[in-house]
């Protein structure tokens, strides 16, 4: 077997996750099975103890499940991972194995709708408080800190948004305070950003987007720095269930294989969209890392190897322009999530972001005018005829 450390990264991704087969298989197998055989009533004792690695049950741990989260924490240079049924498993045992009643919380305003409904609506019902600030600028965050508070979670880039938060500065701000610095990663995947290198404690995915990439599962996982980490998650995790199932690790291990090439294809393109964009008169605003007018352009440069396939934007014509051109794409699809192949074209205020308050919308900057697009990889011509075409009937 190969020792991948020293690879580039797109060899990790096809390398990775050191899985060894005895049959000598070239992609790891499917262990489709809920329970393992034990040698012995010794040997299954011993397994249940601790005192002896292998596995027992699929909900604490199956070796498909494992290969992914072994090739995802070595991609994102973490202690290790935890893969879990999707991304809303991962959010919300995150909070689960990391704090508790009478914590308090800090989050960036603009994250995804459910991983804040599940904090303000259901973990405040166990005694956990929290904030929501612009994170983009840091005394939002500084001011927010109590003497309870335990977790500063951030989204870069956000969803809705695109607003960048500066990692390596939050990571310093978590430090002083004694915070654990949570980052869903999810908008950039390993390929663009790396927040553990930057300081973070607990980095997250939506695997449903970029990680697997073929809008045709869902999935989330979570790499910790630490094992501590590592061991509270895990534990939590298995108590409350949300575990990635082996046929669904499978999917992700292959589409896995293609996120460089498939970002770096996309990426070209999404700059070029975001110019179309920026050029057309039915646009007021067109929020993409990689456009200079973008308020975080410099530091999306710092800490992110690309700016991405995200952009949202904002039509002169607010909500009734933005129906209309929804309305009227063909060959770009009119669906929530992001991150796949193919282009998506979604509005985040009636859909998204639909259960986040109306107040904390207009707070976070999630207008009933923005558009959110996801480019994918189709030829670039085409995405912008499309969106052309759409925006001319406005
Ligand atoms: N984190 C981020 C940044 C997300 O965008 C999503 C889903 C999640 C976590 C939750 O992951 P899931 O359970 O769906 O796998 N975002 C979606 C979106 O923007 N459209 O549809 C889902």
């Not at 929290?130 to 109590?146: C, D, F, G, P, Q």
């Given at each position: ?86 991304g809303m498993?991962a959010v919300?045992?995150v ?12 989050s960036s305003?603009a994250v995804y709708?459910a991983s804040r ?18 994170t ?17 979670y951030i989204e870069t880039p956000a969803n ?5 938060t500066?990692i ?13 610095l949570v980052v869903d990663n999810t908008f950039c995947s390993?390929?663009?950003q790396?927040p553990?290198?930057?300081?973070a404690?607990v980095v997250l995915h939506s695997?449903?987007k ?10 989330g996982i979570v790499i ?171």
């Amino acid at each position: 077997m190969t020792d991948t450390k020293n690879l580039g990264f797109n060899s990790k991704l096809i390398h990775g996750g050191g899985h060894h087969d005895e049959y000598g298989a070239a992609t790891v197998p499917i262990y489709q099975t809920s329970t393992f055989r034990f040698d012995s009533a010794e040997d299954g004792a011993a397994c249940f103890a601790g005192e002896k690695d292998g596995y027992v049950y699929t909900r604490i741990g199956n070796p498909t499940v494992s290969a992914l989260e072994r090739q995802v924490a070595e991609l994102e240079h973490g202690y290790g991972a935890v893969a879990f049924a999707s991304g809303m498993g991962a959010v919300s045992t995150v909070y689960m194995a990391y704090l508790n009643a009478g914590d308090h919380m800090i989050s960036s305003d603009a994250v995804y709708g459910a991983s804040r409904t599940m904090m303000e609506g259901h973990m405040s019902r166990f005694g956990v408080q929290s904030t929501y600030v612009k994170t983009e600028k840091l005394e939002n965050i500084k001011a927010a800190i109590r003497p309870n508070t335990k977790m500063l979670y951030i989204e870069t880039p956000a969803n809705p948004t695109m607003g960048i938060t500066d990692i390596e500065a939050c990571a310093k701000i978590a430090k002083e305070h004694n915070l654990l610095l949570v980052v869903d990663n999810t908008f950039c995947s390993p390929y663009l950003q790396n927040p553990l290198d930057l300081g973070a404690d607990v980095v997250l995915h939506s695997v449903t987007k970029f990680i697997n990439g073929h809008a045709d599962i869902v999935g989330g996982i979570v790499i910790t720095k630490t094992q501590e980490l590592y061991k509270q998650l895990h534990v939590m995790m298995l108590n409350l269930g949300g575990n990635m199932d082996p046929h669904q690790a499978y999917m992700v291990i292959r589409g896995l294989k293609t996120l460089g090439i498939r970002i770096d294809r996309a990426q070209e393109s999404a700059m070029k969209v975001a110019e179309f964009l920026e050029s057309h008169p039915q646009v007021a605003s067109v929020a993409y890392p990689g456009l200079k007018s973008h308020p975080q352009y410099e530091l999306a440069k710092k800490q992110m190897r690309g700016p991405g396939t995200m952009i949202s934007f904002e039509l002169k014509g607010g909500l009734e322009a933005g129906r209309k051109l929804m309305n009227n794409v063909k060959m770009c699809i009119l669906a929530v999530s992001l991150g796949g192949v193919e282009t998506l074209i979604q509005h985040p205020a009636s859909m998204t972001h639909s259960k986040v308050s109306a107040t904390a919308k207009a707070a976070a900057g999630i207008t009933d005018g923005l558009v959110r697009f996801s480019v994918g990889i189709e030829n670039v011509e085409d995405i912008i005829a499309d969106l052309k075409q759409a925006l001319d009937k406005i």
